[in-house]
């Protein structure tokens, strides 16, 4: 995700900077400087996903499922006695 974000604010920092080269009123200038703020807020957003993707922890591994009728109707709430109260 974070490398799409980086070629993404590239692009709005070229797309920017060419707009800004070839300005021919006030509005042209503003749109560049918009285009460039937003390509700079991009490349942040960029480096904070790319920061809590390295320190999010290792996914829990998958309870290992235990084989036969047993498992079913336990899962569903069913015991040996009977149904068990929801509580």
């Known amino acids: 995700m974070h490398k799409f974000l980086n070629l993404m604010a590239v692009l709005e920092f070229l797309g920017g900077l060419s ?7 006030a ?3 503003i749109l560049a400087t918009l285009m460039l ?3 700079i807020l991009t490349f942040a957003l960029a480096a904070i996903l790319k920061e809590l993707r390295a320190t999010r922890p290792e996914p829990a591994p998958a309870p290992a499922a235990t ?4 498992f079913a109707e336990n899962a569903r709430g ?7 109260p929801y509580l």
Request: aromatic letters at 12%.
């Open 19 to 25: 707009v800004f080269l070839s300005a021919r009123s």
């Open 27 to 29: 509005i042209h200038e």
């Open 37 to 39: 703020g937003f390509a």
């Open 67 to 70: 084989e036969g009728r047993a």
């Open 78 to 84: 069913r015991t040996k006695k009977g149904w068990a």
